[in-house]
């Protein structure tokens, strides 16, 4: 059974730093196109970054330069890196997958994504 697991959240000052997890199982993270997805109160799902199955990537405007995408076959994990984070940035953060390369212009697209994790809450607060 195909599940993804997120992890990693919390309550951070603005200007601090997290590192979020996902972790894959029952399928070969190798084959298949990861996503980062974040959901603030009110508002749509929204894509933060993406990594395809040949390794590349691509990031909302709104966090690049501050977030950074990472995948680890071996362990079944992709990582998303998230610095200098600012009040804007609270929200359920969530990964998806899909099997196979997504075209880079579409990978932060929720609805090319066919299976999603329960979600981990970040918040950047003082």
């Known amino acids: 059974q195909l599940q993804l697991v997120e992890s990693g959240g919390g309550l951070v000052q603005p200007g601090g730093s997290l590192r979020l997890s996902c972790a894959a199982s029952g399928f070969t993270l190798w084959y298949y196109s990861i996503g980062w997805f974040r959901q603030a109160p009110g508002k749509e799902r929204e894509g933060v970054s993406c990594?395809?199955?040949?390794?590349?990537?691509n990031y909302a405007d709104s966090v690049k330069g501050r977030f950074t995408i990472s995948k680890d076959n071996a362990k079944s994990t992709v990582y998303l890196q998230m610095n200098s984070l600012q009040p804007e940035d609270t929200a359920v953060y969530y990964c998806?997958?899909?099997?196979?390369?997504?075209?880079?212009?579409?990978?932060?697209?929720?609805?090319?994504?066919?299976?999603w994790g329960q979600g981990t809450q970040v918040t950047a607060s003082s």
């Open positions: 990594i395809d199955s040949d390794g590349k990537t």
């Open positions: 998806a997958a899909v099997v196979g390369a997504v075209v880079q212009n579409m990978c932060l697209m929720k609805s090319r994504y066919t299976y």
